[in-house]
């Protein structure tokens, strides 16, 4: 199927007025429709990173998106003792390189800064992990900006853990315990599985 450049508008325009001199994180400062996310940025201690370091291309929240996360959890989130559990989300949101819309709309995904990837679907608008592109092409001093209208979440679960609540690796759990790779399987990493069904190897 060929793939459409879908152009994406939106009542975001002091974003590209003055997007173009600034960093990232001023960027989004500037625009006042992200303070949730440049309160975790600097919780994070990601701030200098993502003012100096780059490019990135960044899939920025609105302060609705965190809204959206169930009561609590950004409160949570924010904590000194989360520190490390908020850099992997925050990066999750996070690709190398300066990736403008017409190239991501070719992509089926990325991998992101925090290691993990990212999927991208071009199916009734651009989605990030079932996040709506919502605008895009921010232009920033080092990277751009993609605007989405949910947080998006990294796994947390190793591939073993992943693969027993999927309920259809049965006998390949089976044949991994027996190989002795269960340990390196749940800790080590990162790795891409080709898993075969239980079907698969029936």
């Given at each position: 199927?060929?793939?459409?450049?879908?152009?994406?508008?939106?009542?975001?325009?002091?974003?590209?007025?003055?997007?173009?001199?600034?960093?990232?994180?001023?960027?989004?400062?500037?625009?006042?429709?992200?303070?949730?996310?440049?309160?975790?940025?600097?919780?994070?201690?990601?701030?200098?990173?993502l003012k100096v370091v780059g490019p990135?291309?960044?899939?920025?929240?609105?302060?609705?998106?965190?809204?959206?996360?169930?009561?609590?959890?950004?409160?949570?989130?924010?904590?000194?003792?989360?520190?490390?559990?908020?850099?992997?989300?925050?990066?999750?949101?996070?690709?190398?390189?300066?990736?403008?819309?017409?190239?991501?709309?070719?992509?089926?995904?990325?991998?992101?800064?925090?290691?993990?990837?990212?999927?991208?679907?071009?199916?009734?608008?651009?989605?990030?992990?079932?996040?709506?592109?919502?605008?895009?092409?921010?232009?920033?001093?080092?990277?751009?900006?993609?605007?989405?209208?949910?947080?998006?979440?990294?796994?947390?679960?190793?591939?073993?853990?992943?693969?027993?609540?999927?309920?259809?690796?049965?006998?390949?759990?089976?044949?991994?315990?027996?190989?002795?790779?269960?340990?390196?399987?749940?800790?080590?990493?990162?790795?891409?599985?080709?898993?075969?069904?239980?079907?698969?190897?029936?």
């Amino acid at each position: 199927m060929t793939k459409q450049i879908v152009t994406i508008t939106l009542a975001l325009g002091t974003l590209t007025a003055t997007a173009h001199s600034a960093d990232i994180v001023d960027t989004a400062v500037q625009n006042g429709s992200f303070r949730t996310l440049i309160t975790a940025v600097q919780a994070a201690g990601l701030v200098e990173t993502l003012k100096v370091v780059g490019p990135f291309t960044v899939f920025a929240p609105t302060d609705e998106a965190f809204a959206k996360l169930p009561s609590g959890t950004v409160e949570n989130l924010l904590k000194p003792e989360n520190k490390d559990q908020l850099v992997a989300i925050l990066t999750y949101h996070v690709i190398p390189g300066r990736v403008p819309a017409n190239q991501v709309v070719t992509m089926s995904g990325a991998t992101t800064v925090n290691g993990q990837r990212i999927d991208i679907s071009t199916e009734e608008g651009v989605h990030v992990d079932g996040a709506k592109v919502i605008a895009t092409d921010v232009d920033c001093s080092n990277g751009i900006i993609h605007v989405i209208d949910s947080v998006i979440l990294p796994a947390t679960d190793a591939i073993p853990t992943v693969a027993v609540n999927a309920g259809q690796f049965t006998t390949l759990l089976a044949a991994v315990e027996a190989a002795g790779l269960a340990e390196i399987l749940g800790t080590e990493g990162p790795f891409t599985v080709f898993a075969p069904t239980d079907e698969a190897f029936a």
